[in-house]
């Protein structure tokens, strides 16, 4: 079992900045790729990043977000963070952090096995 808990969300200014962090414990960090998810109120929850054990591999979602978020992690410290910047009123939903095995990134949902309880990002405009 894999406890995730997210962190960091919050009411923001359009072009402002926020920094997400997800911290997990219950399994060896460093075996799971991870991922950070968004759902908006009436729409399905979409993929945003994810990355390898290592953090030497990142993936992101289409050109809404790349450019403005960053996915890291530190392994010493079992968290994974989301960096984002010129945040946008339609980025505006619950971010979940998301964690599964192996060393595929994946941008499915139904790939991960972990999923923590989701932190709120409003960005007004």
């Known amino acids: 079992q894999v406890q995730l808990v997210e962190s960091g969300g919050g009411l923001v200014q359009a072009g402002g900045s926020l920094r997400l962090s997800c911290a997990a414990a219950?399994?060896?960090?460093?075996?799971?790729?991870m991922g950070w998810f968004r759902q908006a109120p009436g729409k399905e929850r979409e993929f945003v990043a994810a990355?390898?054990?290592?953090?030497?591999?990142?993936?992101y979602a289409d050109s809404s977000v790349k450019g403005r978020f960053t996915i890291s992690r530190d392994n010493t410290k079992n968290t994974v963070y989301l960096q984002m910047s010129s945040l946008k009123p339609d980025d505006t939903a619950v971010y979940y952090c998301?964690?599964?095995?192996?060393?595929?990134?994946?941008?499915?949902?139904?790939?991960?096995?972990?999923w923590g309880q989701g932190t709120q990002v409003t960005v007004s405009s």
């Open positions: 990355i390898n054990w290592s953090g030497g591999s990142t993936y």
């Open positions: 219950g399994r060896t960090f460093s075996s799971l790729s």
């Open positions: 998301a964690a599964r095995g192996g060393i595929r990134l994946s941008s499915d949902y139904s790939a991960y096995h972990y």
